[in-house]
């Protein structure tokens, strides 16, 4: 089974950017749908950009059009670039990935996100 590991998080002022990765140990063309997640402490985990195999992507409406998500070429590593960083996005984030269906069923361990204001 396909397994992510996300890296790239980190401690930044208001404003300012990260990039985060997620490396798949493997290519599968299974994996109907990758998207990057996030849980603030005390709230409930929340979708923040996903894409499809086909190339698709949504967003959600308090992150377009400061983050980015996009993949390699060799579709085995997603990226999530967080530009204009706000405090209210500071979170763990989480890559995942829709493997043989429609639902994330495969989970990374996830990475921190500090914004400070």
């Known amino acids: 089974q396909v397994q992510l590991v996300e890296s790239g998080g980190g401690s930044v002022q208001a404003g300012g950017s990260l990039r985060l990765s997620c490396a798949a140990s493997?290519?599968?063309?299974?994996?109907?749908?990758m998207g990057w997640f996030r849980q603030a402490p005390g709230k409930e985990r929340e979708g923040v950009a996903t894409l499809s195999r086909t190339g698709s992507t949504n967003y959600r409406d308090s992150v377009k059009g400061r983050f980015s998500i996009s993949q390699d070429s060799d579709k085995t590593t997603l990226y999530l670039q967080m530009n204009s960083l706000k405090p209210e996005d500071t979170a763990m984030y989480y890559c995942?990935?829709?493997?043989?269906?429609?639902?994330?069923?495969?989970w990374g361990q996830g990475t921190q996100v500090t914004v400070s204001s």
């Open positions: 995942a990935a829709a493997w043989m269906g429609y639902q994330y069923n495969i």
């Open positions: 493997e290519y599968s063309a299974s994996i109907y749908y």
